[in-house]
């Protein structure tokens, strides 16, 4: 029978782009490798900005970056490369495949004992919630929603705006895209799709 082991949780850093939401993760797992926790982080292949093996925090903490399969093969391979893991740390959730079950999957890496830190994006560029995204925060133990500052009016952002020749675009769920593509929107500021 499944055994569960209750040291493990599973902590979700949400919000839009620039939110900072990578820095927390970042963060979480350094505090965890300073309390000589074996750390683990995974990068989604879609996302090609991390290539090093290793990621360097201010601390000065050297953390395994991996970068998963964010296909059917994403659990595997995850549960094959953390099995020495103490603490797991998952970046950018929203790009796994969203018919592969990724967040429940976390879940049970979190029932075996494993600390899990996981960020999300929370909606897409037409303002709605990734399937992912939805999944992840009904299943968190804990959860901390961050926010950007609005290019517009300075407020509070928990949008991501999609921008081309400064207006908003819609298009594709996914395009990779930094600071040329995107800004962050509060509510209020944000240009939903109109049909
Ligand atoms: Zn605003």
């Not at 490369?81 to 603490?87: G, I, P, T």
Request: proline share 3%; with cysteine; aromatic share 10%.
């Amino acid at each position: 029978m499944y055994k569960k082991n209750g040291k493990g949780r599973m902590v979700v850093i949400t919000g839009p782009m620039f939110s900072g939401k990578t820095s927390r993760l970042l963060e979480f797992i350094e505090r965890e490798a300073i309390a000589g926790k074996n750390v683990i982080l995974f990068k989604p292949e879609i996302d090609k900005r991390y290539s090093k093996n290793y990621v360097v925090t201010h601390k000065g903490y050297k953390v395994k970056a991996v970068i998963s399969p964010i296909d059917f093969k994403a659990g595997d391979f995850i549960a094959k490369k953390s099995r020495e893991a103490d603490v797991v740390g998952i970046d950018e959730v929203q790009f796994w495949d969203e018919n592969i079950h990724f967040p429940e999957f976390l879940d049970t890496l979190a029932d075996s004992g494993k600390i899990v830190y996981a960020s999300t994006l929370n909606r897409d560029h037409r303002g709605e919630a990734f399937k992912n995204s939805k999944s992840l925060l009904g299943i968190a133990d804990k959860v901390y929603t961050l926010a950007a500052v609005c290019t517009k009016c300075g407020g509070e952002a928990t949008f991501t705006q999609r921008i081309a020749d400064n207006k908003p675009v819609f298009g594709d769920t996914i395009l990779i895209g930094g600071k040329n593509l995107y800004e962050p929107r509060c509510r209020e500021c944000f240009v939903k799709k109109r049909d």
